[in-house]
C-alpha cells in the first residue's frame, strides 16, 4: 500500500541550512532507497513563495500565502511503499522532523 507522509515543522524553528541535519535526512532517504520503500520525496520552498488558489462563482482568485496561518507548515512530502499503517508510522517516525514538527500519514488512493 502507498502512503504520503506529510512533514509539517514550524518554518521559523526549522534549520535546513544546518549540514548535520541535511546529511541525516540523506541518511534517512537513502535508507527508504534501499529498502524498496521510496516512491517520491521533495522538500518545499518557504511558504512565502506559497500561492493558494480557489475558484469562486466561476472567478479563479489566486491569493498569496498558505490557507491559512498555523504554527506548523507543510515543508515537504515522501510518497512511501509500506505493508500496512504499522510500517508506514515507523519509517515516518525516522524522518527528522518527527523530533520537532510532526509527520502525517496518509494512505494514497489508487485509480483504476
Do not use: W
Not at 502507498?2 to 521559523?12: D, S, T, V
Not at 522532523?97 to 510532526?102: E, L, T
Amino acid at each position: 500500500m502507498q502512503y504520503l507522509l506529510l512533514i509539517y515543522e514550524n518554518e521559523a524553528d526549522s534549520d535546513y541550512g544546518d549540514p548535520a541535519l541535511m546529511a541525516e535526512y540523506g541518511a534517512f532517504t537513502q535508507g527508504i532507497v534501499q529498502s524498496g520503500h521510496f516512491k517520491a520525496g521533495d522538500a518545499l520552498q518557504s511558504v512565502a513563495t506559497a500561492t493558494t488558489v480557489r475558484v469562486k462563482d466561476g472567478k479563479t482568485i489566486a491569493t498569496d500565502g498558505p490557507f491559512a496561518e498555523t504554527r506548523e507548515q507543510l515543508g515537504g512530502y515522501y510518497a512511501i511503499e509500506a505493508k500496512d499503517l504499522d510500517e508506514a508510522i515507523a519509517i515516518a517516525a525516522r524522518i527528522p522532523a518527527a523530533r520537532n514538527g510532526s509527520i502525517e500519514v496518509r494512505p494514497i488512493m489508487v485509480f483504476g
